[in-house]
């Protein structure tokens, strides 16, 4: 996966891309105490867009970040028992660096999960060109929840399409 990162977002050691998505939801007739009308939904993607782990259902009112802490993607890399390579140089380094995802400023930043340096940055400063880098490499998986959110929301017309036909006949 890291050498995935590489080859197509020039970003070496990254694992994945973390994120969380607001999902509308149509609540059922007579069931609207029991909707909120959205939920979180929280996955790690791939350089490729491959969904490697989704986690869905939480309430709306819960952050990105409250997601990813109930997952067990979260407890396996708080155990360290996620099988992640060793540490090594990257090209014509000495100092050793860690495998990692990537997330936005939702996520705890940690040795496995980077984020971008908070705040604004004057041009040409090391931390505003390390947050470019570091977003160009997580617009994957933004990419693929906007993909995902516009075939689904061609779906949920489709079915409101069908619905109203079969009631008007």
Known sequence: MAKQYQALWNFPHCMGAIDGKRVVLQCPRKRASEYFNYKNAFALVDANYNFMFVKVGCQGRISDSDVFTNTELYKILETK????????????????????????????LSE??????????????????????????RRVVENIFGLASSVFRVLRNLCFWNQKKLNSL
């Open 112 to 137: 496995k999960l980077m984020k971008v340096y908070p705040g604004k940055h004057p041009k040409g400063s090391k931390e505003r060109i390390s947050n470019y880098e570091i977003c160009r490499a």
């Open 81 to 108: 028992t996620l099988c992640l390579p060793q540490p090594v140089p990257l090209n014509g380094r000495e100092k050793s660096v860690p495998y990692f995802f990537i997330g936005d400023e939702a996520f705890p």
